[in-house]
């Protein structure tokens, strides 16, 4: 098997495929491409108050290091506040979500196995900057959908601030 390229290999800061996914910036380091599908490692940079849907994965694990600012979990009925530097495992199966606390926050995010990041590519779009996303109403039955067709149990809205 061939190496791939360098620059798939080593990337820095500010380089990646950027894409807004609800009110989050993903910006995939190392995308399910280049790993055979075996896993995909995306920086996530999010605004205060940004959580996702409380959802369970059927299909892959979920896994994620605070690298900047103050992040709730939510990990079945438990909750707990994490800073920079906490690591936190979501493994399939495992009802979650997570809301930022601080005024913006950045997470490495790892997806085992990194097919889970195709449900990314379907329910967001292209980030024009590796900026925030400018607001905007998001189209929940889209995002449903596409729960749905990756595996993806939806449970409850986000949780409120």
């Known amino acids: ?28 380091k190392i995308p399910a491409a280049v790993t055979g599908g075996a896993f995909s490692l995306a920086e996530q940079l999010l605004p ?13 694990d979920e896994a994620w290091i605070v690298l900047d600012g103050e992040v709730t ?10 800073g920079p530097g906490t690591y936190v495992f979501g493994p399939r199966g495992l009802a979650h979500t997570h809301r930022v606390e601080s005024d913006t926050a950045r997470l490495a995010t790892l997806l085992i196995p990194g097919t889970c990041e195709a449900f990314f590519h379907t329910t967001g779009r292209p980030a024009v900057s590796l900026t925030l996303p400018p607001p905007e109403q998001h ?11 990756h595996g993806i149990e939806f449970l409850a809205p986000p949780p409120a601030p």
């Open 48 to 60: 205060k108050g940004a959580a996702p849907p409380v959802h369970r994965h059927t299909r892959e």
């Open 73 to 82: 979990f939510f990990l079945d009925d438990e909750q707990r506040t994490a």
């Open 139 to 149: 189209d929940l039955d889209r995002l449903l959908e596409g729960m749905r067709e």
């Open 1 to 28: 098997m061939s190496r791939p390229p360098l620059d798939t290999l080593l990337l820095p800061p500010g380089h990646g495929e950027g894409l807004w996914h609800l009110d989050a910036l993903w910006t995939f």
